[in-house]
C-alpha cells in the first residue's frame, strides 16, 4: 500500500531556532500534501494544504510566515517552523494524496513530535 | 462548518466484548466518511470509509454503516482484541478535500 515517511521522528529545539520536517511519499507521486498539528489527547488540525509547484493554502489562523510549507517535488513536502516557542511544541503530522488512487483517501505519515524547549 | 462528533473515551472492555463507538456529523451534500486507527507510537492508518449512504465500511472485523438519515457513522466490532487497543478517529471529507476530524476515542482492551 501507500507509504508515507516523515523525518526526523522527533526532535528537540532551542527557543528562537528553526526546525525543518520532511514528509516523503515513498511509492507514489503525491501532488496533494496535507499537514496537521494534534495536541496530546485532542484530534488533529490541519493547518495547510501543500501543493507541488504552487503555493500552500493555510487554514484560518494558522500563521503563514512562522510555519513555512514546502512543496518541490512530487515526493516530498517540507514544514520548516520558523523563530520556535514551546508552544509550537506538538505532533505534527502529515499526510499525502495517491492521485491515482481514491481521491478522497489519504495516507498518513507516523508523525514528528517537536520539543521547543 | 463541517464537523464531527463522537463519543468520548477512554472506553475500556475486556477480550471479547462487543464494541460501539459513536460517531456523527454536520455537513452539507453528501460526504465521504471514514474511521481512522492510531495505534500507540504510531500514525494514522485507514481502517474503513464509505462514501454514499447506507454503504457498509468494513475491514479486520470492524464494521460501520453509513445512515444519512441519522448523519450517523458508527463503528461496531463484534469481539475486541486486545490489540485492538488505540484510538479511533471519525472523519469526513467533502468532494476529496480536506479531512475534518472528530476528537477521537481512546479504546482499551483488556485480557
Known amino acids: 500500500g501507500a507509504v508515507v515517511s516523515q523525518h526526523p521522528s522527533w526532535v528537540i529545539c532551542k527557543s528562537g531556532t528553526s526546525v525543518k520536517i520532511e514528509c516523503r511519499s515513498l511509492?507514489?507521486?503525491?501532488?496533494?500534501m496535507f499537514w496537521y498539528r494534534q495536541f496530546p489527547k485532542q484530534s488533529l488540525m490541519l493547518m495547510a494544504t501543500s501543493n507541488e509547484g504552487s503555493k500552500a493554502t493555510y487554514e484560518q489562523g494558522v500563521e503563514k510566515d512562522k510555519f513555512l510549507i514546502n512543496h518541490a517535488s512530487l515526493t516530498l513536502s517540507t514544514l520548516t517552523v520558523t523563530s520556535a516557542h514551546p508552544e509550537d511544541s506538538s505532533f505534527y503530522i502529515c499526510?499525502?494524496?495517491?492521485?491515482?488512487?481514491?481521491?478522497?483517501?489519504?495516507?498518513f505519515g507516523p508523525g514528528t513530535r517537536l520539543t521547543v524547549l | 462548518g463541517d464537523s464531527v462528533t463522537q463519543m468520548e473515551g477512554p472506553v475500556t472492555l475486556s477480550e471479547e466484548a462487543f464494541l460501539t463507538i459513536n460517531c456523527t456529523y454536520t455537513a452539507t451534500g453528501y460526504p465521504s466518511l471514514f474511521w481512522y486507527v492510531q495505534y500507540p507510537g504510531e500514525g494514522l492508518q485507514l481502517l474503513l470509509k464509505?462514501?454514499?449512504?447506507?454503504d457498509k465500511g468494513s475491514n479486520k472485523g470492524f464494521e460501520a454503516t453509513y445512515r444519512k438519515e441519522t448523519t450517523s457513522f458508527h463503528l461496531e466490532k463484534g469481539s475486541v482484541q486486545v490489540s485492538d487497543s488505540a484510538v479511533y478517529f471519525c472523519?469526513?471529507?467533502?468532494?476529496?478535500?480536506?479531512?475534518?476530524f472528530g476528537a477521537g476515542t481512546i479504546l482499551r482492551v483488556k485480557s
Open positions: 464509505a462514501t454514499k449512504a447506507d
Open positions: 511509492d507514489f507521486q503525491a501532488t496533494t
Open positions: 499526510s499525502a494524496r495517491d492521485p491515482s488512487g481514491s481521491a478522497d483517501t489519504q495516507y
Open positions: 472523519a469526513l471529507s467533502r468532494g476529496g478535500n480536506k479531512l475534518v
